[in-house]
Structures are given as structure tokens and as C-alpha cells.
């Protein structure tokens, strides 16, 4: 047993990936089908009709659920089981009201311990972002924008969190992407923010961060208040 300690000791054990199972496949699928509008809200999501499609048991379709309401993209009713939740300018308020207490905390952390190759991590995603026509991108490579500067934070925890958040926003956040022009500017708030993180100005690229998501909400509540 000394043996083995000693063989083992200092060495260094990257955090493993969480495993992906059945559930968290089924739960992507309809967080994408719901992000890109093709299920729409207020569909219904019977148990068993979603198992013989994906061709497994109930369980993980009650899991992937359980998921997703969880992250608000649905609700379960007693009787009427699974619906795909409503777009709703309340909703936008708390996700982003958590956003911001999450990510700036999260990034205010990361700052001091960012290196090169995380600051290289967030420029790769914001060209990729500039040059990706596509609607149905946008939300991943916006998350992996915000993710690459979160991470030095070392808070696997928080990170999650932070995780769960943006599956929440994702469909809104491809809403406004896809409306008023709003990509550049959000591009521009993006390129703002990692200046202030090559800086090492933890305070500024705070800021920018706190007033880019507060932002994208009141466009957000505001396109949806619209009449029709």
C-alpha cells in the first residue's frame, strides 16, 4: 500500500467529464428542437411517445424531462404532463437576473488566473462567432465565448451552474442574435470584455459583462412585449 501512495504521489488528475447518458442525449435534443423553435411553446411532450422515438425506456425520457424543467425550458403539469414552456419577458428577468450574480462572480475570479491559452480560447469563439452564418450557432459559440473566460475561475461548481443557465437562455439568446442587428453589437460587448481581461482589469471587464447581459434582457423583454 506504501508503494502505491508513493507511486501516485504528485500526480496530477485533470477533472474528468461528466459521463453523457441516455437522459442528458434526449434532454439536448429537445433543448435544441425547443432553441431552434421547432418545438413550439406550449406543446405537449408525452413520456411515451418521446421513448418509442428515441427508442428507450421511460426512465431517461422522465430524466431528460426532470431536466429540463429544472432549467425552465418546461414544465410538468399532473395532468397534463410535460409542456414546452412559454416565451416569457418574466422568465428573461430571473434567467438573467442569475446570470449576472453567477457569471460576474465567476469572472471576476478568472481573471487573475487567465493565460494565454484561455484568452486565445475566447478569441477563437468570437471569430468564430463573425464568421458563422449560421442562426443555430450562435448560441453554442456565445457560450463557448463566456465559458472560456469563466473557467480559470477553478469553481467546478459554480461552473455548472453557470452551464445550466445558458441552456436556459439559449433560445433567447438566439432570439436576439437573430434580431436588430443585435449580433454586431453584442460582438463588439464581447471584444470589449476580453480587452479588459488581457488587462488584467478583473473590475472592468466586470462591468462590461453586468451591462452586456442586462442588455441583452431588456431587448429580449422588450421584442417579446411587442404586439404580435
Known amino acids: ?85 412559454e416565451a416569457d419577458p418574466d422568465d428573461i428577468t430571473e434567467i438573467f437576473e442569475i446570470r449576472i450574480l453567477l457569471e460576474c462572480e465567476a469572472l471576476r475570479l478568472a481573471v487573475p488566473q487567465m493565460d494565454e491559452a484561455a484568452l486565445e480560447e475566447a478569441e477563437e469563439a468570437l471569430e468564430r462567432l463573425d464568421n458563422d452564418a449560421k442562426v443555430g450557432a450562435w448560441g453554442r459559440l456565445n457560450r463557448e465565448f463566456h465559458l472560456a473566460l469563466y473557467r480559470p475561475c477553478g469553481r467546478p461548481r459554480l ?30 460587448e464581447h471584444r470589449r470584455m476580453l480587452r479588459h481581461c488581457r488587462a488584467g482589469d478583473a473590475k472592468g471587464a466586470v462591468a462590461e459583462l453586468r451591462e452586456h447581459l442586462a442588455g441583452a434582457a431588456r431587448r429580449m423583454r422588450g421584442f417579446l412585449r411587442e404586439p404580435g
Open 1 to 85: 500500500m506504501a508503494e502505491t501512495r508513493d507511486h501516485l504521489k504528485g500526480l496530477t488528475i485533470a477533472p474528468l467529464p461528466r459521463p453523457r447518458t441516455s437522459a442528458d442525449l434526449v434532454a439536448d435534443t429537445l433543448r435544441e428542437a425547443i432553441a431552434r423553435g421547432e418545438l413550439k411553446g406550449g406543446t405537449p411532450l408525452r413520456q411515451e411517445e418521446l421513448a418509442a422515438r428515441f427508442g428507450l425506456s421511460r426512465m431517461p425520457v422522465r430524466d431528460a424531462l426532470r431536466i429540463l424543467e429544472g432549467e425552465g425550458v418546461l414544465t410538468l403539469h399532473p395532468t397534463r404532463g410535460a409542456v414546452v414552456a
Open 159 to 188: 461552473l455548472a451552474l453557470i452551464d445550466a443557465q445558458h441552456n436556459a437562455a439559449d433560445r433567447y439568446v438566439r432570439l436576439i442574435l437573430a434580431h436588430f442587428g443585435y449580433a454586431k453589437a453584442s460582438q463588439k
